[in-house]
């Protein structure tokens, strides 16, 4: 996507899904990420970020929470 590369992406709904390990918790590393977000919602995308350890202990959730979002495009705010 542009000069990026995002982790999943629904086309149809216009809906990017990131996995965020650790090193996204570095300053350096969140700037560049609110750039990039940004970037994608200026082009129509909304985003949505998962810690990967949300991935691997309340994966039904996470994706009960995806189902959403394809459902319904304003439920809810992305998460942090």
């Given at each position: 996507m542009g000069d990026y590369i995002v982790d999943f992406i629904c086309l149809d709904k216009r809906l990017v899904i990131e996995l965020d390990g650790s090193q996204h918790g570095d300053n350096a590393q969140r700037r560049h990420d609110?750039?990039?977000d940004a970037w994608l919602e200026s082009?129509?995308?909304r985003v949505v970020r998962y810690w990967n350890a949300d991935i691997f202990t309340n994966?039904?959730?996470v994706l009960d929470e995806i189902?959403?979002?394809l459902r319904d495009p304003t439920v809810g705010?992305?998460?942090p």
């Open positions: 609110e750039r990039r082009v129509g995308f994966l039904d959730g189902l959403k979002y705010s992305p998460p």
